[in-house]
């Protein structure tokens, strides 16, 4: 692919931007439209990596792949100006009871696991986490406050590459497919390539109707917990970040069935509950915070084209995991701009939740 073609993205999230990095650096000119609309899940993201999830916590689907490229993006120039935003923080996931502590020790010993994780004999600190049977230490993990990242990255881009920002919402309706062009305000664009990178509002896009993507709501809570003092994520049911001067990120819900995207009594009702049973010490509710993710049947992201417009492409799906995932399928989004098709397998292409006869 030539680099002077012009790629517009829909979508300033995880998914647009890290998209708009893979694409600037080269030598594309990119245009990013956003317009931070309700329900975003990035601006209130807080923005885990963890390669062992899951309710029978096993290791994620291209773990060590996903890891090493996120680790990777932010040592090389110029992103390595925000590797100030990365927190490499463990993850200390309390047992549930004695047999999963057996069982862990056990897999403990499986290569896979070697250099991941490690078994926490007996509670730790006791007094002040619901903790009695030990637990484990899941130590390439940590977490980058997203809508932070979005902001500097995108700057960045601006500065260094040349990333034209237009703060519109694009709707199918205002592209004019004959001619490649899409008119926003005042101003015309003429593009190359198209790509869609709207989180869950792409179930509202007319170019993809029937697209099997599936939002998920999700709040979380911004507390004030005195007298804690921890260097690690605790992951019991919800997560607990912590911010420095005793201040944390709590979350999340799963709601598939929301009204709207607002915080609601029900969710903090729900985190308040999971964070009472992880710990033993009286907290304060500073902020509630929702947004909806784009998740998809198999939790993969997506990535495609269009079956009708070779111009106009998917980039969404990044679930529970976009940290994780962004940075990684960005880049192999690039490539496939590039004319490089056999980068997608089936786990991700487009068709697999949009035929082409929907």
């Not at 601006?158 to 237009?166: E, K």
């Not at 005793?246 to 308040?272: C, K, M, S």
Request: proline share 8%.
């Amino acid at each position: 692919m030539p680099k002077t073609q012009t790629i517009l993205i829909a979508g300033g999230g995880l998914a647009g931007t890290f998209l708009a990095a893979a694409l600037c650096r080269r030598g594309n000119s990119v245009v990013l439209a956003d317009t931070h609309l309700p329900g975003a899940a990035t601006p209130v993201a807080a923005g885990l990596f963890n390669i062992i999830t899951g309710r029978l916590a096993s290791k994620t689907w291209m773990a060590d792949t996903l890891l090493s490229f996120l680790n990777e993006f932010f040592r090389q120039p110029p992103f390595d100006s925000l590797a100030h935003l990365l927190h490499h923080t463990p993850i200390y996931r309390p047992f549930k009871n004695i047999f999963e502590y057996n069982e862990w020790t056990g897999k403990s010993a499986d290569p896979a696991f070697s250099g991941i994780v490690e078994i926490q004999d007996g509670p730790l600190q006791p007094d002040q986490l619901d903790n009695p049977h030990g637990g484990l230490w899941i130590r390439p993990c940590g977490w980058i406050d997203a809508a932070t990242l979005c902001q500097q990255m995108q700057n960045l881009l601006v500065s260094q590459f040349g990333l034209q920002i237009v703060p519109h919402f694009l709707d199918a309706s205002q592209i004019d497919l004959k001619q490649n062009q899409v008119r926003l305000g005042e101003i015309t664009f003429t593009f190359d390539h198209l790509v869609f990178a709207e989180g869950y509002r792409s179930v509202e896009n007319a170019l993809f109707p029937g697209m099997d993507l599936r939002p998920l709501k999700g709040e979380i809570l911004e507390i004030e917990i005195p007298g804690l003092e921890i260097d690690f994520v605790l992951s019991k049911k919800i997560y607990l970040i912590p911010l420095g001067n005793h201040r944390f990120v709590t979350g999340a819900t799963y709601d598939r069935d929301y009204a709207n995207p607002d915080p609601t009594e029900a969710g903090t009702q729900i985190l308040q509950q999971q964070l009472e049973a992880a710990i033993r010490l009286p907290y304060k509710t500073l902020h509630r915070r929702a947004g909806i993710r784009p998740t998809t049947p198999n939790r993969r992201p997506i990535l495609g084209t269009h079956p009708e417009y070779p111009r106009i492409h998917l980039f969404n799906g990044m679930g529970t995991k976009g940290m994780l995932q962004a940075p990684y399928f960005a880049d192999q989004m690039a490539q496939y701009l590039e004319g490089k098709s056999d980068i997608l397998n089936r786990d991700i292409v487009l068709e697999r939740v949009f035929p082409k006869n929907p």
